[in-house]
């Protein structure tokens, strides 16, 4: 068997369009344009190459991006008199701070003096207990891209035994949360799970979020189930003749998991496309709550 990939960079592409069409519609029939605020402390490479492709999707979708750049050194107070302007001005209508922070900025006290309402990364406690409420709300992006992407391949998710990998605050737990809604048998699994291979060959969805390359093993796949890989990891590419080059790669071992898995997503172009075309959905999303619009059934 060879598993079908899950052409992450196509669906999101479909997803940008469609967020798009969205935005031109309300700008041309409320005369609304959805803004959404970056905001990077510091120097971080990767987290400057993510802030750069964000910007450039914002403006593809027709959104106004009202980016923010504060040096590393930058005080807790200043970010957070930042956060509280931003929170203000009716022209922004998403707030993402990008993480990791530097150290003397406590993180989650930065995500709790975000409005709610602008919670385009969907992290606030609000939002996350709204999420675990079965209310409705901003959801964070790489889960709700991971659900779309496993949409695709099933026509419902319903009954489907779902095993996921970490239990982080960014996807692990909220990607259960969204499983959980669209009644799947949820399991979360961890360091200190027993036997996680025995666990993982019982998944008709299997989600690793776990941050190590390639963990997770083609003999712990169940024969023509969906995998989700949401790792990102840089490796040696031992066979590259360039000494010190890197390559990426998932948390699964892909080589050996599309030999037996019915669908997969690759590393890179499964899951990482996804995340910036569902924060694009958020801020849509937010700009017509803010307005009492009603949202676009995307």
Request: contains cysteine; proline residues 7%; charged residues 20%.
């Amino acid at each position: 068997m060879t598993a079908r990939i899950i052409d992450g960079k196509t669906i999101a592409a479909d997803l940008r369009g469609k967020v798009s069409d969205a935005v031109h519609r309300l700008r041309r029939d409320r005369g609304i344009v959805p803004g959404i605020a970056v905001v990077l402390v510091g120097e971080d490479p990767a987290s400057s190459v993510y802030v750069r492709t964000k910007s450039k999707a914002v403006a593809e979708a027709g959104m106004h991006a009202f980016d923010r750049k504060l040096p590393a050194a930058t005080p807790e107070a200043e970010l957070l008199a930042l956060i509280a302007e931003l929170n203000a001005d009716a022209a922004v209508n998403g707030i993402l701070v990008q993480l990791p922070l530097p150290k003397q900025i406590d993180a989650q006290k930065v995500i709790a003096a975000i409005d709610p309402g602008k919670d385009v990364d969907g992290f606030h406690p609000i939002n996350v207990g709204r999420l675990a409420s079965g209310l409705p709300a901003l959801v964070p992006c790489t889960p709700m891209g991971c659900v779309r992407l496993a949409k695709t391949v099933h026509e419902t998710l319903a009954g489907l035994e779902a095993v996921v990998i970490g239990r982080s605050n960014i996807v692990g737990k909220p990607v259960a949360q969204l499983l959980l809604a669209e009644n799947c048998t949820v399991t979360i699994c961890h360091s200190k799970t027993r036997d996680l291979p025995a666990v993982c060959r019982r998944a008709d969805l299997l989600v690793a979020a776990i941050g190590k390359p390639e963990f997770v093993r083609g003999d712990w796949i169940k024969p023509g189930a969906t995998v989700i890989d949401v790792g990102i990891n840089r490796v040696a590419d031992q066979g590259n003749p360039n000494a010190g080059k890197d390559r990426i790669v998932g948390d699964v071992a892909y080589d050996e998991a599309s030999q037996v898995a019915g669908a997969i997503t690759p590393v890179p172009g499964g899951a990482g496309p996804m995340t910036i075309a569902c924060l694009l959905l958020n801020t849509l999303r937010a700009a017509c709550a803010q307005n009492a619009l009603p949202g676009p059934p995307i």
